[in-house]
């Protein structure tokens, strides 16, 4: 079981993820925005963290750039699920897997629950 | 590229076809994940079906909004204005957008301040604007990163410059410079409101161009001590109605 | 204790200890410098305006013993808050803030400190377009970094005529006549006006610059990378 930190701004959408999730065991927190989410990584660290890029506020690469300072949570896993393709997000794809340590992108629209659930537990499994 | 709706001010069309499609991932993607649910948990009864209804609709209702401020902008030289009652429109998009709120988890409240007579304007067009803005600004509201509750208010009141119809809500960063600045990034950044949403904010724009139509484009206002996206329209001097 | 006072943008934070962090600035006239902020370590508000991405503030520190300093107070002098508006923008800006901080390793220039300001405004700007922006700043990196390209004379040493083409020459680092090169006189003068020491806007007056941009803009990041191997 591992504990997993969903930052999704779209609440029913993370009520299905979280269920999701759930179902195999994990323990999973939400968060809607960047701030959210450093506070609730430092309330509890997460074995994983499942990020949209596009979030109210803050962006997701704010909050990377944020999470990836503190060397304590350099090395967590953080698998990025959002609605931007491949294509918008190439001319930064390296500074993403280089510089803020995004091990996976998905593109939320085509990344049924299964696929989620797998990803998830093999960044887990990597880290365990 | 594309055809310009509104050179002054507006969304070009191309723009805010990019924005409603940009938009329309969210919502299906929830179908899409919902209908899944059952499949992957073994559970059928954990698919929310009354989600996924309320979910398509506010996805039509972006669609059919989007398509009827193409129409209304085409035809606004010569678009046929009628007597309609805001208080009533208000309170029939409160009620469509009522389960979709409850589903976000944000408290839905309608505020007519006061009695006043029909105002002239397109009425399928007044409904879909605050439709449009409201099923916006709920979703808005419910990904706000604040604490506290969370309330979203359609209100009208009447102003020495005519009736004005809004959703209000806590937008503490909602202010109309950015709001006009959003304006111009339609189509060119991916949020265009970051600050307000998430998303690329069709409905926002939608409701925009559907208002513009008419003469009445939506403007930061304030209700209550709340921020929000309104719109005022001229009282009508054909009938009144008590 | 000597206080220093000077402008600095932050290029990064590590943190150290249980509740400091080392901060990475870079300034005009005192160069790169990594001051120890104290306990400023979760600290609810740290996102709060996200003063410390893109922003340009006023620091006062302390020099220390070593190669860290002490900082004193911050004060926000500018935030490029729109940077942040736009995903793309932002992934660029931090993109740039790592190329610098990367070729910043010695002692930097001035210049390089003007260098990331202008590319903070011109990101912030909506006008420009971020592949403007992101050509402009590597066609500056590589003049301040002394890599300019050789365009005003060929292989040869003859001067570049403005009917011919011409093929870049890496090697050379400068235009070799070709019968059906890719580079013609509007190209080259392009790239002069991208090599000059000015803002990005300044680009924005040429004709057709779209089109131009898609036509050189391949060429100087294949110059960057060659000067990176």
């Known amino acids: 079981m591992a504990h997993i930190l969903l930052i999704e701004p779209n609440t029913v959408l993370a009520e299905t993820y979280t269920q999701a999730l759930q179902h195999v065991g994990h323990s999973v927190v939400v968060v809607t925005g960047a701030q959210a989410a450093v506070d609730a990584a430092d309330k509890q660290t997460p074995d994983i963290v499942i990020a949209e890029l596009h979030l109210p506020g803050h962006s997701g690469i704010e909050f990377l750039h944020e999470f990836r300072s503190y060397t304590e949570w350099t090395d967590i896993p953080v698998v990025l699920n959002t609605t931007l393709t491949a294509a918008q997000l190439a001319p930064g794809v390296n500074a993403l897997h280089r510089d803020l340590g995004i091990r996976e992108v998905l593109y939320k629209p085509r990344t049924s629950l299964q696929d989620l659930v797998r990803v998830a537990r093999e960044y887990i499994a990597a880290v365990a | ?242 | 204790m000597n206080q220093i006072v000077t402008d600095g943008i932050i290029l990064s934070r590590t943190d150290y200890g249980e509740a400091d962090r080392i901060l990475t600035l870079l300034t005009p006239d005192h160069g790169k410098l990594r001051l120890m902020a104290k306990g400023v370590r979760r600290v609810k508000s740290k996102l709060a305006g996200g003063i410390e991405l893109f922003s340009v503030s006023t620091i006062t520190y302390v020099k220390g013993r070593g190669e860290v300093g002490t900082l004193v107070s911050t004060r926000l002098v500018k935030h490029y808050g729109h940077i942040v508006e736009d995903l793309d923008r932002t992934m660029l800006g931090y993109e740039l803030i790592k190329q610098l901080n990367k070729a910043t390793e010695d002692h930097p220039e001035p210049d390089y400190f003007n260098l990331l300001h202008r590319a903070f405004e011109a990101l912030d700007d909506f006008s420009i377009p971020l592949d403007l922006v992101h050509f402009w700043f590597i066609a500056q990196l590589l003049r301040l970094n002394g890599h300019t390209p050789n365009l005003q004379t060929d292989v040869d040493g003859h001067k570049l005529q403005a009917g011919a083409l011409y093929e870049f020459d890496f090697e050379a680092m400068c235009f070799r006549q070709h019968p059906s090169g890719h580079f013609g006189a509007t190209q080259v003068k392009f790239l002069r006006l991208g090599f000059t020491d000015h803002v990005a806007k300044t680009l924005m007056q040429i004709k057709g610059i779209t089109t131009l941009l898609a036509e050189v803009a391949p060429l100087v990041q294949k110059i960057q990378q060659f000067y990176k191997h």
């Open chain 2, 1 to 242: 590229m594309g055809k310009v709706v509104d050179g002054v001010g507006g969304v070009r069309a191309d723009s805010l076809l990019l924005s409603v499609a940009e938009h329309l991932k969210v919502p299906l993607t929830t179908i899409a994940r919902q209908a899944e649910l059952g499949q992957l948990t073994g559970q059928a009864e954990l698919i929310d079906a009354a989600a996924i209804r309320t979910q398509a609709v506010a996805a039509l209702t972006l669609v059919d909004s989007y398509l009827l401020g193409l129409e209304l902008m085409s035809k606004q030289a010569s678009l046929e204005l009628e007597p309609v009652s805001v208080s009533s429109t208000l309170v029939d998009a409160a009620h469509d957008l009522e389960q979709f709120a409850r589903q976000y988890r944000v408290e839905l409240e309608v505020s007519i301040g006061g009695k006043f007579g029909p105002v002239m304007c397109h009425p399928n067009g007044l409904r879909a604007a605050l439709l449009s803005l409201g099923f916006a600004l709920v979703e808005a509201q419910a990904s706000q990163d604040m604490q506290g509750p969370r309330r979203v208010v359609l209100a009208t009141h009447r102003t020495p410059l005519g009736i004005v119809a809004g959703v209000y809500g806590r937008y503490e960063a909602l202010n109309s410079e950015r709001w006009r600045a959003a304006l111009g990034l339609v189509g060119t950044a991916r949020q265009p409101l970051t600050n307000l949403m998430p998303g690329s904010g069709a409905g926002l724009f939608v409701a925009d161009t559907i208002m513009r139509s008419m003469n009445a484009q939506l403007r930061v206002g304030r209700y209550q001590q709340q921020r929000g996206l309104a719109t005022t329209l001229k009282p009508s001097s054909q009938l009144q109605f008590v």
